[in-house]
């Protein structure tokens, strides 16, 4: 008796697009203007101004954060996980990155004991896995000093009553039902340009942040404007939130 296919599940259908893409990935997430690399200067201050000595990157790619730290901190020690492993060979491939500098992992799960580095990072790769905050306790689990978020937000995406809507709706935690029925009870949303992500915002992870840091830095790294009071919860889509520890 013949049935429906089984549908692939989400993380099968993440490992398949990033696998046929990796050649690619660069190109299409290396943009030099784009919101993480003004996230990686942001960083770069803090790094400085606190004088970190090791830095994390969970879900690096092809390595292009690292690229950044090793150019600019001669004294800073960084390393990656990822979990692609496409991605690790174009980095090793293309980018000549070292035996070590990659970790295959996943940030659910790191492979590092409790406050390995210094501080912990991650660009656009939260709104890519089901759970965001089980990779922000792992980050916080091995960071001593810094924890960096440049992620979505939601709630600064699409018009002014859908923004407010869903602020709403997260409040009253109804949120996750309004996402189920508005991707059909899929959960997530598939793109060409972005593969599976799901619905997110770096607000989502505020609290364990918060419980963990003596300050927040919030920085808008898309186009917002800073007229309102709300800036940037309800104005920008993408922020970077700096974590930082005394």
Not at 27 to 43: K, N, S, T
């Amino acid at each position: 008796m013949s049935g429906r296919p089984a549908r692939a599940l989400p993380a099968e259908i993440q490992g398949r697009y990033y696998t046929e893409t990796a050649a690619a990935y660069d190109a299409m997430h290396g943009v030099e203007h784009d919101g993480h690399q003004i996230a990686l200067r942001y960083i770069s201050g803090v790094v400085d101004q606190m004088r970190l000595r090791s830095m994390l990157d969970v879900g690096c790619g092809t390595g292009r954060a690292l690229r950044h730290f090793r150019a600019h901190h001669a004294g800073l020690r960084a390393l990656g996980v990822e979990p692609v492993r496409a991605l690790v060979q174009r980095a090793v491939e293309a980018h000549g990155a070292q035996a070590g500098d990659l970790v295959y992992g996943r940030g659910e799960s790191l492979p590092y004991a409790d406050a390995s580095f210094d501080a912990a990072c991650e660009l656009g790769i939260l709104h890519h896995v089901p759970d965001p905050n089980a990779v922000v306790r792992e980050m916080l689990r091995v960071a001593r000093r810094a924890v960096f978020l440049s992620d979505a937000n939601r709630f600064g995406q699409g018009s002014w009553p859908g923004r407010l809507a869903k602020l709403a709706l997260s409040r009253l935690k109804l949120w996750p039902l309004a996402n189920y029925v508005k991707t059909r009870g899929r959960g997530y949303t598939l793109s060409e340009g972005d593969g599976l992500f799901y619905s997110y915002s770096v607000f989502d992870s505020y609290d364990l942040l918060a419980d963990w840091a003596s300050r927040i830095v919030l920085i808008p790294t898309s186009e917002a404007s800073a007229r309102s009071w709300a800036h940037p919860l309800l104005t920008a889509g993408q922020v970077l939130v700096c974590a930082m520890r005394d």
